[in-house]
């Protein structure tokens, strides 16, 4: 299991950036494909984008298509989400999420991963 720590978190105006780091413990970086969820007050854990290993492919949610680029550097073993024009309904606890076995497709469920980050806060304010 991986342990994954977020980072970059912060507080921004309407169509501000940022950029979050999902970096793995693990010496030896291997994972099948790396997710990042959000969570705002009163709702439920959301999934943003996801990477896979094998091909790099990439999922986004629909509400972050255009805005939000996921990638990675396997040499640092960390997972980046890019966040441009970012809105206040963006805001939340954005989580890191890995399992071994998956592959990022259509559909990415929280319940499919195993390894998750302690979460980092994004706050967008109008």
């Known amino acids: 299991q991986l342990q994954l720590v977020e980072s970059g978190g912060g507080s921004v105006q309407r169509g501000g950036s940022l950029r979050l780091s999902c970096a793995a413990s693990?010496?030896?970086?291997?994972?099948?494909?790396i997710a990042w969820f959000r969570q705002a007050p009163g709702k439920e854990r959301e999934a943003v984008s996801c990477i896979s290993s094998s091909d790099s492919s990439t999922y986004y949610a629909n509400s972050v298509k255009g805005r939000f680029t996921t990638s990675r550097d396997d040499a640092k073993k960390t997972v980046y989400l890019e966040m441009n024009s970012l809105k206040p309904e963006d805001t939340g606890t954005y989580y890191c999420?890995?399992?071994?076995?998956?592959?990022?497709?259509?559909?990415?469920?929280?319940?499919?991963?195993?390894?998750w980050g302690q979460g980092t806060q994004v706050t967008v304010s109008s």
């Open positions: 999420a890995a399992d071994t076995d998956l592959y990022c497709s259509g559909t990415v469920r929280s319940t499919d991963f195993t390894s």
């Open positions: 693990k010496f030896a970086f291997d994972y099948g494909a």
